[in-house]
DNA sequence: ACCTGAACACCGTTCAAGT
DNA sequence: ACCTGAACACCGTTCAAGT
């Protein structure tokens, strides 16, 4: 989890962690099966954090349309201020997560929080009826998105570092965009 | 080229593309800075290939709502048909594309066409006013995010290949959300 | 059970040297 | 101008051998 906030995605090396725990560079293969699974226990603790930053959100508001909305500048806020993590949680290293049931787990409860705050909403007449999975799909691809452009640096092109206040901004005005295509029509 | 679709972008390697051009494993080095330099010029290719996708779909329709709406699925679709090539243009290999000027351009070129089909239904009441940059951003997001999804295995599980139809299906149905949210209101 | 040391087949990159 | 050959410092992975 260090290596990878350091040298990022590309940083996280079995050799260099074995470096850092003061062992052998054959010592890993003791522990994880190759350097995908290594790659997925650092995106199995990423998905972690970001689930306990959610859970926050959603402890904070009562309204479950403001935690939805609160919920996606979270999610942003989290893959921008993690970028690595991020990359490393989605990216390309880990081909299928299933392959790794602890991550797959995780990642699975982390979308299904996001479809239960959408059926609340539903439940309340707040969003339009119809598959709450399907909502939240549409709602976790923007966000994702947002994210990843943003981390790329096509968006918010202060590079390297945007503003906290500015990814806010964004995210705020997006999500909005989004929940009034979600909304119920009166 | 021929690489990064048969061994992913992983997969995309100095040595290897000295030796499919039969010549040593330095002569790389009088055609590029670095392998960052070669990765960006493969990404660069990418995005002129699917600026010309875009342009065609633009041609197809006429009404500009109707072309927005299928930029989307087909944005969505070159993703989800040339994966490797789209985690090119996307990933951390190329870490600012502004150190790459022709890419960089072509990247700014294909976002600013997605701009002025957004304008142009701006201009016709078809959507909200506001900057057309902005929605851009958002509908960049969406479909960007989906593309991300589905080619990560989140979204269709049915891995490794989802069937063409599925993924047009939920790229209408995600572009569509947005697109109300975006509509002027009436 | 856990680790080491050495080895193998790969990388990206540099640099003198060749034509 | 373009390329080669050899070298350097790295990888991931394996495997016999040690405790």
Redesign the pocket.
Known sequence: VDLVREAGPA?????????R????????????????A?VAAVAEEGFRALGAAMAEVVRKHRDPLAQLEALGVAYVRFAVGHPSHYRVMFGPEVPDKRAHPGLHEVATGTFNALVSVIAACQATDRLRAGDPTELAEAAWALTHGLADLVIDGHLLRGRPAPAPSDVERLARRVVRLLREGLESRS
């Not at 940083?11 to 470096?19: D, I, K, P």
Request: no cysteine; charged share 25%.
């Open positions: 940083g996280v090396t079995l050799r260099e962690a074995a470096r725990a003061g062992v052998s560079s054959a010592a890993p293969y003791r522990h994880f099966a190759d350097k995908e290594l």
